[in-house]
């Protein structure tokens, strides 16, 4: 009875050990690659910073593009204006979750 216990002990204690490890790996981030939790946050601050952009007369049409890595929001694309650049970077700055802007827009 006693060498049954071990023997179904072993397994599942190999079992547990990989998940925990495999769950470390999920959510650890390295300078180049976000945890999961950390992605999760870039894609929301990248949804609110694309609704907000939409909402405003300004930008609202302009095809500005979004990205998000750890809370640093990079926008690119093509404006008319200087101060259609302005605005976007004003609105991006302003959102919760946002810790820095990159202004990659140009004029054309």
Known sequence: MLSKFFRL???LECLFLSLA???????ASTPKQESTGEYV?????TTKVKARLL?????K??????????GRVQLSGFVE????INRAVTIASNTPGVQSVENDLVIR
């Open 9 to 11: 002990k072993l397994p």
């Open 21 to 27: 490890i495999l769950l470390v790996g999920c959510v």
């Open 41 to 45: 946050d870039s894609s929301a601050i």
């Open 55 to 59: 909402a405003d007369e300004k930008v």
């Open 61 to 70: 049409s302009l095809p500005i593009t979004v990205t998000t890595y750890k």
């Open 81 to 84: 204006s200087q101060g259609q």
